[in-house]
T-cell receptor
Framework: AQSVTQLGSHVSVSEGALVLLRCNYS??????LFWYVQYPNQGLQLLLK??????LVKGINGFEAEFKKSETSFHLTKPSAHMSDAAEYFC????????????FGKGTKLSVIP | GAGVSQSPSNKVTEKGKDVELRCDPI?????LYWYRQSLGQGLEFLIY????????KSGLPSDRFSAERTGGSVSTLTIQRTQQEDSAVYLC?????????????????FGEGSRLTVL
């Protein structure tokens, strides 16, 4: 069975500062990993995904994440935070090819301070 | 429709009443999920439908919860004899069963959710 741990339920950064949201996973098979974002009063939307190709994955809105097998991590970063990045971010893991079951972390709420 | 549509967007009910939540997935998407989002708890998987296959109900928390999907499209989640701990946002997501989905790499498309408050 797979699981996801997101460190920090709430992260605050200043506008223009680096964004780092942490995600660690456990999986019995090579995983696929996803980051989803939820803006206030909206559904979740996909930011980026790792599906066993390049370990550094680029997504929408300037976000990227790096799959590190040795650290079982898939942290999300953005070099410079923008006010519009304020949202809740969810890391999710699936057990690879053929799996339909996504397991989500508890989410990290990002606040951006002007 | 253009996206996943859920109704009602907000529902306030009294403890003990039954509620029905509806999800209309993206046209042509054959896979449909229900998740429950409680404050600080992330997304909890409830049930998964794929075409005509038997649904995966392993996430339903009790026998008060049930869901059906008619004609491979619209789905209804029913909660009987609601309890205060059922208060949450119920999210529906659909997935195309194209090649990406079969390989487990597909993107889930979420609705905006139905916020349920049980008094």
């Amino acid at each position: 069975a797979q699981s996801v741990t997101q460190l920090g339920s709430h992260v605050s950064v200043s506008e223009g500062a680096l964004v780092l949201l942490r995600c660690n996973y456990s999986s019995s098979v090579p995983p696929y990993l996803f980051w989803y974002v939820q803006y206030p009063n909206q559904g979740l939307q996909l930011l980026l995904k790792y599906t066993s190709a390049a370990t550094l994955v680029k997504g929408i809105n300037g976000f990227e994440a790096e799959f590190k097998k040795s650290e079982t991590s898939f942290h999300l970063t953005k070099p410079s935070a923008h006010m519009s990045d304020a949202a809740e971010y969810f890391c999710a893991v699936s057990e690879g090819a053929g799996s339909y079951q996504l397991t989500f972390g508890k989410g990290t709420k990002l606040s951006v301070i002007p | 429709g253009a996206g996943v549509s859920q109704s009602p967007s907000n529902k306030v009910t009294e403890k003990g009443k039954d509620v029905e939540l509806r999800c209309d997935p993206i046209s042509g998407h054959t896979a449909l999920y229900w998740y429950r989002q409680s404050l600080g708890q992330g997304l909890e998987f409830l049930i998964y439908f794929q075409g005509n296959s038997a649904p995966d109900k392993s996430g339903l928390p009790s026998d008060r919860f049930s869901a059906e999907r008619t004609g491979g499209s619209v789905s209804t989640l029913t909660i009987q004899r609601t309890q205060q701990e059922d208060s949450a946002v119920y999210l529906c997501a659909s997935l195309s069963r194209g090649e990406q989905a079969l390989r487990g790499t597909g993107e889930l498309f979420f609705g905006e959710g139905s916020r349920l408050t049980v008094l």
